[in-house]
């Protein structure tokens, strides 16, 4: 049977707003954490260039605005660019209507500036798709969510109106026309890279770790499955440094190995899928 695996390289460029704003710190050196995927940011699109391959960036309104010159390197190159918040803001049915239309709005002008054109992909920086949420991104001209993952290799589409039953079973609620593409913890490099002084319980993992893992997922849906897609989610404050970096290189080159691969965009992998529904 011949193979057809999407590979989608997506990285979160949340910078410093996601230490101002969700965590509300005002400490240098988080804020350096995060000024350090500036950095990180060159050195990726360095290597998605030597390897020609095109990527998928969420980027807060908070980074294009704080580091227009790499979010500009990023359009330049052709990359698709989605939402991921102004500062990094989960939606909430706590704020009224007006603010969350207004950070929407605000941070896809912000994406419209550097790039010249609407994002079609949205990543939540948090938080969970309430129905006025995806109303409104549905009502702005969005083609695909990645916050969630029905199933880790297949996308599907977005329900509102579930009902919740505890005692019978799940009622599920209609179909709409935002497809979900996978996004899962064991394929997003934050909880394996990112150390938190103060939970004390967490320790960083080696990259050849993170490798063992990323490659045995991409080697179970290449080998068993045969068709599907792959998206890794990764934060430039994580993967940007050298050892990490290396091992982005070697699982790239691992899975350049295989007949039927390609890498995408994650707005192309969502309008194939479309496509095929209809
Ligand atoms: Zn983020």
Same mark, same amino acid.
């Given at each position: 049977?011949?193979?057809?695996?999407?590979?989608?390289?997506?990285?979160?460029?949340?910078?410093?707003?996601?230490?101002?704003?969700? @965590?509300?710190?005002?400490?240098?050196?988080?804020?350096?954490?995060? *000024? $350090? !995927?500036?950095?990180?940011?060159?050195? &990726? #699109?360095?290597?998605?260039?030597?390897?020609?391959?095109?990527?998928?960036?969420?980027?807060?309104?908070?980074?294009?605005?704080?580091?227009?010159?790499?979010?500009?390197?990023?359009?330049?190159?052709?990359?698709?660019?989605?939402?991921?918040?102004?500062?990094?803001?989960?939606?909430?049915?706590?704020?009224?209507?007006?603010?969350?239309?207004?950070?929407?709005?605000?941070?896809?002008?912000?994406?419209?500036?550097?790039?010249?054109?609407?994002?079609?992909?949205?990543?939540?920086?948090?938080?969970?798709?309430?129905?006025?949420?995806?109303?409104?991104?549905?009502?702005?001209?969005?083609?695909?969510?990645?916050?969630?993952?029905?199933?880790?290799?297949?996308?599907?589409?977005? @329900?509102?109106?579930?009902?919740?039953?505890?005692?019978?079973?799940? *009622? $599920? !609620?209609?179909?709409?026309?935002?497809? &979900? #593409?996978?996004?899962?913890?064991?394929?997003?490099?934050?909880?394996?890279?990112?150390?938190?002084?103060?939970?004390?319980?967490?320790?960083?993992?080696?990259?050849?770790?993170?490798?063992?893992?990323?490659?045995?997922?991409?080697?179970?849906?290449?080998?068993?499955?045969?068709?599907?897609?792959?998206?890794?989610?990764?934060?430039?404050?994580?993967?940007?440094?050298?050892?990490?970096?290396?091992?982005?290189?070697?699982?790239?080159?691992?899975?350049?190995?295989?007949?039927?691969?390609?890498?995408?965009?994650?707005?192309?992998?969502?309008?194939?899928?479309?496509?095929?529904?209809?």
């Amino acid at each position: 049977m011949s193979k057809n695996v999407s590979v989608c390289l997506s990285f979160d460029f949340d910078a410093i707003s996601v230490w101002v704003g969700p @965590r509300g710190t005002r400490s240098p050196p988080l804020i350096a954490r995060g *000024e $350090f !995927g500036e950095v990180g940011a060159h050195r &990726i #699109l360095t290597l998605l260039e030597e390897h020609q391959i095109p990527g998928t960036w969420f980027i807060p309104g908070h980074t294009i605005d704080t580091y227009p010159e790499v979010c500009k390197r990023i359009a330049a190159a052709g990359h698709e660019i989605g939402y991921h918040g102004y500062c990094h803001e989960a939606p909430s049915s706590k704020r009224d209507e007006y603010d969350e239309r207004d950070i929407l709005e605000r941070s896809i002008a912000c994406i419209e500036r550097i790039s010249g054109k609407s994002p079609v992909g949205h990543r939540l920086p948090g938080g969970n798709p309430g129905t006025r949420w995806v109303n409104m991104l549905l009502e702005h001209g969005f083609s695909y969510d990645s916050s969630m993952a029905p199933h880790d290799f297949e996308p599907t589409y977005m @329900r509102l109106g579930d009902v919740v039953h505890t005692d019978g079973p799940h *009622e $599920f !609620g209609r179909e709409v026309d935002l497809v &979900i #593409l996978p996004f899962d913890w064991i394929l997003d490099d934050w909880p394996y890279f990112n150390y938190e002084p103060a939970g004390g319980r967490q320790r960083l993992r080696s990259p050849n770790d993170v490798y063992d893992i990323w490659a045995a997922e991409f080697d179970y849906l290449y080998q068993k499955l045969g068709s599907g897609v792959f998206v890794l989610t990764m934060h430039p404050q994580c993967i940007g440094k050298g050892s990490r970096m290396l091992m982005l290189e070697r699982l790239i080159a691992h899975m350049k190995r295989h007949d039927g691969v390609r890498f995408q965009a994650m707005a192309d992998v969502a309008d194939a899928f479309r496509a095929r529904q209809s």
